[in-house]
């Protein structure tokens, strides 16, 4: 809890989006029974992580979705073929499978799980949660979740969720 605790004030000062840490007692106040069973989730813009069911992935996870909901408005194009992109890994169907067919709303959150995941794992192999530690596990996530092979290590990770995604792709060749 102090870590998810952490990665969401980090979320809230790097990022600006208001992000909620709740309890299981004040789901009611959502009015959805959908979020009884979720450990974070995104209500009119802000995310809502419920510290009694949250691990450290949530936090990130729900950013995303809110990432790429921007871009998919942004530019719908480039949110198509990166979500399209997550057909291929090789934990697709292990995510895909809690899903009855293949749609925008699966591949979505396939990319945001598989992201969020390897990010948890990044973090862990850290050990300890600081700034630099975050920063270096979204930058490995991404490399490992896009099969990339140049060297992330002059590149601030802030800066590429910052960026169009196919000016990142540009840039890595």
């Not at 959502?30 to 009119?44: N, Q, R």
């Not at 809110?66 to 169907?93: C, E, R, W």
């Not at 293949?102 to 862990?124: C, G, P, Y």
Request: charged share 25%.
């Amino acid at each position: 809890p102090e870590i998810v605790m952490e990665m969401a004030n980090l979320i809230k000062s790097k990022f600006g989006v208001s992000v909620n840490v709740i309890h299981n007692n004040e789901l009611s106040q959502f009015g959805d029974p959908e979020v009884y069973d979720s450990a974070a989730f995104v209500s009119d813009g802000e995310i809502y992580i419920n510290i009694d069911k949250a691990s450290i992935e949530e936090p990130l996870h729900e950013l995303l979705h809110l990432v790429l909901a921007t871009m998919k408005g942004n530019d719908p194009d480039v949110y198509y073929k990166l979500i399209n992109s997550v057909q291929y890994h090789p934990l697709f169907k292990t995510v895909a499978k809690n899903y009855n067919e293949i749609n925008t709303e699966l591949l979505e959150e396939t990319f945001v799980k598989l992201l969020s995941q390897t990010f948890r794992k990044n973090i862990l192999k850290a050990g300890v949660f600081t700034e630099s530690s975050f920063d270096s596990a979204i930058k490995n996530s991404i490399k490992d979740l896009m099969d990339l092979s140049d060297d992330l290590n002059w590149e601030d990770p802030f800066n590429l969720l910052g960026k169009p995604i196919n000016q990142i792709l540009f840039d890595f060749g």
